[in-house]
């Protein structure tokens, strides 16, 4: 089992910077693969990051590509997002997952994930 929790969101302006943190509890996070998915109102779902359980591979959205880094600290058990030049498009929800078992290319599909936190708010002004 595996619990995530994720902080760092908040109120920010275009192209100010913000880094989330998920942090988990539970002996094998470090044998996870992790994303993170964002999902404004009305909206579904949508993929932002991946980073597999050792770290040396990292997906992006196109979307993001260049401005969001992921990232992860497994001492911590912790996965990271650093996001730079925030746009007011980036506003939603962010939710961290993780997955366990080998990085696939259905790592861009909610469905591939165990497990998720409860999200946080991220809210760019123009």
């Known amino acids: 089992q595996v619990q995530l929790v994720e902080s760092g969101g908040g109120l920010v302006q275009a192209g100010a910077s913000l880094r989330l943190s998920c942090a988990a509890s539970?002996?094998?996070?470090?044998?996870?693969?992790a994303g993170w998915f964002r999902q404004a109102p009305g909206k579904e779902r949508e993929f932002v990051a991946a980073?597999?359980?050792?770290?040396?591979?990292?997906y992006y959205a196109d979307s993001v590509k260049g401005r969001f880094t992921i990232s992860r600290d497994s001492a911590k058990k912790t996965v990271y997002l650093q996001m730079n030049s925030l746009k007011p498009e980036d506003t939603a929800v962010y939710y961290c997952g993780a997955d366990l078992g080998p990085m696939t290319p259905r790592f861009r599909d909610p469905g591939m994930y165990d497990y998720w936190g409860q999200g946080t708010q991220v809210t760019v002004s123009s």
């Open positions: 980073i597999n359980w050792s770290g040396d591979s990292t």
């Open positions: 539970g002996r094998t996070f470090s044998s996870y693969n």
